[in-house]
């Protein structure tokens, strides 16, 4: 199918999927990154989303 394309073509064809896989990768480390800080920051919370502990309760 791309054989059949311009050059110019199928280089903007490559760069737009490489261009999608660079901004699926960017947000799954993005999100790694959210998840981890989120960890490190609240460590003995009991909140499924990882998010800050009661002011109740101290670790």
Do not use: E
Not at 20 to 25: I, Q
């Amino acid at each position: 199918m791309l054989r059949s394309l311009p050059v110019a073509a199928r280089t903007l064809v490559w760069v737009r999927i490489l261009n999608a896989l660079g901004a699926y990768a960017l947000s799954f480390l993005v999100v790694l990154t959210g998840l981890s800080w989120r960890r490190w920051r609240w460590p003995c919370s009991d909140t499924p989303g990882g998010g800050p502990p009661p002011t109740t309760t101290r670790c």
